[in-house]
């Protein structure tokens, strides 16, 4: 009896680890066919010792001179899909650029520092590089809300406004739990060997469970999915908390705001809402709460798109 068991433990892991093998194998082949399947959209500059891409389109604001850079939350496997429900409502009157910082999208994985002062310094580098310049209006959504914030700060010539999209702020960070390590683990498990290609995980984001991408995009969107989720400059991110010590200690930028706040009805802090709007009230700005979640803006792209060109209009003709 105690043989038979053996054996059939034995034949268990032997079975793992074969179909481990096999997922391991089939997404790295994938992966390399994917790479040259789906190309970047926008320019790869060199930032240090890898490549960010910056996809930018519009000609330009009524306004003047005039940037909306796009800045993507915490673990957003392809911010360039992901934002293209919004900035495509809004390309049509200003010239919009969207950073992918490293190990996101089409992105190269860096051998840099995650704090906020490497990330924006990276940033504006790459903006610089793909021959866009000031002045510029931040989208940050979630956590570079951080970095929007720490850059209105250190660079006020550059930051004309801020629009942050359910933005995290230094004050979240003292209250949010952090993630569970094991659940960090297991997904960066399931990343690396492949296994996450055989579920459905692709398609519950909002960008494609809302319908905002073609068919295209869909499957350039979960192939960045499989192969930038959880990766090592992600990682390190969420070791460093984006610094939200060296952000509160610059204090509040003297620069227009507009947050657009979820209901918090999937993040793990149920006062986000109160926190954001109670930020903006202190920094004289303004924010709308929306019954939506944290992508609030693939679930209600036309109502933001509509209150930031108006917001924009009034702060930049000031």
């Known amino acids: 009896m105690k043989r ?17 093998a096999g997922s391991f194998i089939n997404h790295t082949i994938r992966s390399a066919q994917e790479e ?13 010792d890898h490549k960010l891409h910056v996809y930018s389109e519009g000609e330009g604001s ?9 800045l993507s939350g915490s673990g957003t496997s392809a911010p360039t899909l992901d934002f293209k429900a919004l900035y495509g409502r809004l390309s ?7 950073v992918e910082r490293a190990g996101y999208g089409w992105s190269e994985v860096g051998d840099t520092p995650r704090d906020t002062a490497t990330v924006l ?7 610089q590089l793909a021959g866009e310049s000031p002045p510029y209006v931040l989208f ?32 979240t960070y003292e209250v949010m739990p952090p993630p569970p390590q094991l659940m960090i683990s297991l997904i960066t498990f399931i990343a690396r060997t492949g296994i996450i290609r055989f579920g459905p995980a692709c398609q519950e ?48 930028p003297d620069v227009p705001l507009f947050f ?37 803006h693939n679930y209600a792209p036309d109502v933001i798109a509509a209150e930031s060109r108006a917001f924009i209009e009034r702060v930049v003709g000031e």
């Open 62 to 70: 009524v306004e003047g001179p005039l940037t909306l850079v796009f």
């Open 121 to 127: 310094a990276e940033t504006r580098l790459a903006l």
């Open 140 to 171: 940050p959504h979630s956590m570079a809300g951080l970095e929007a914030l720490y850059w209105a700060n250190l660079y006020p010539d550059e930051v004309v406004a801020i629009v942050g999209l359910d933005p995290a702020l230094p004050q």
């Open 205 to 252: 984001f909002a960008a494609v469970s809302e319908g905002q991408l073609t068919a295209e995009e869909t499957a350039a969107f979960c192939s960045l999915f499989y192969r930038r989720t959880l990766t090592p400059n992600m990682l390190a991110e969420i070791k460093a908390t984006g610094n939200p010590q060296l952000v509160a200690a610059a204090g509040i």
């Open 36 to 48: 040259t399947l789906y190309l970047p959209p926008g320019q790869m500059v060199a930032v240090g």
């Open 260 to 296: 657009f706040v979820s209901n918090a009805s999937d993040l793990p802090l149920d006062n986000w809402p109160d926190i954001l709007i109670a930020y903006a009230a202190a920094a004289g700005g303004e924010s709308l709460a929306l019954d939506v979640p944290h992508y609030l």
């Open 92 to 98: 049509d009157e200003y010239r919009i650029a969207v």
């Open 4 to 20: 038979t068991v053996k054996w059939i433990a034995l034949s268990l892991i032997v079975l793992l680890t074969l179909l481990l």
